[in-house]
């Protein structure tokens, strides 16, 4: 799981259906990538880093349940 990933978005007050909506994709893919099951496109990262104003290494960093 992409625990900051969810956090930020979150803490931004967002679902998973704003963010993508925002990001142009499907609710589907966006829950893939914040579970750590998908990496997505790198435009995908500069988009949640601008989004959330938090680094994409941040973001991306992987945490074991």
């Given at each position: 799981?992409?625990?900051?990933?969810k956090?930020?978005?979150?803490?931004a007050?967002?679902?998973?259906?704003?963010?993508?909506?925002?990001?142009?994709?499907?609710?589907?893919?966006?829950?893939?990538?914040?579970?750590?099951?998908?990496?997505?496109?790198?435009?995908?990262?500069?988009?949640?880093?601008?989004?959330?104003?938090?680094?994409?290494?941040?973001?991306?960093?992987?945490?074991?349940?």
């Amino acid at each position: 799981m992409r625990k900051n990933l969810k956090e930020a978005r979150q803490r931004a007050g967002m679902t998973q259906k704003d963010v993508a909506e925002y990001l142009g994709i499907t609710i589907r893919s966006y829950q893939r990538i914040e579970s750590g099951d998908r990496t997505g496109e790198i435009e995908t990262w500069d988009l949640l880093e601008d989004l959330f104003c938090i680094s994409q290494r941040r973001l991306r960093e992987l945490i074991s349940d």
